[in-house]
């Protein structure tokens, strides 16, 4: 990862604490933020829209991230001002305390535009020169 892009991302980054129990989003759900986990774990599950019979299930844990969704949202230019958020395909909900690092949507957006912008530029000046 290009340490500019990196940098962007971290500055962004905001602490965060989920007690145990915490629901953090439902099936459904607008995603609003990517979680990188600290320390504690998190229940993610689904039903696919309760579709009858299935059920999907798995932890995630420290080093880990959730609602990896948001990355696809963020590098797609907005069409407009009602740019929707996209909706989680989980239920996510934390099964011990949780400490983890929150990156919001807009934030997330702004990084990988920003990233873009700067490639664009670069490459820009090298076929300039």
């Known amino acids: 990862m290009d340490d500019r892009l990196l940098d962007t991302i971290c500055e962004r980054l905001k602490p965060i604490l ?3 129990d915490t629901l953090l989003v439902s099936e459904g759900e607008p995603i609003t933020e990517m979680l ?3 320390r504690g774990h998190l229940y993610s599950y689904t039903t696919y829209g309760v579709r009858v019979g299935f059920f999907n299930s798995s932890e995630v844990g420290l080093g880990e991230f959730c609602f990896e969704q948001l ?8 069409l407009n001002d009602k740019d929707t958020l996209p909706s989680s395909t989980f239920t996510v909900k934390a099964i011990t305390d949780v400490e983890a690092f929150v990156l919001e949507a807009d934030d ?10 700067l490639h664009s530029r670069e490459l820009k000046h090298r076929l300039r020169f």
């Open 18 to 20: 989920y007690t145990e």
């Open 36 to 38: 990188f986990i600290v």
């Open 71 to 78: 990355l696809t949202w963020a590098l797609v230019p907005p």
């Open 108 to 117: 997330l957006r702004f990084s990988a535009l920003h990233f873009r912008k």
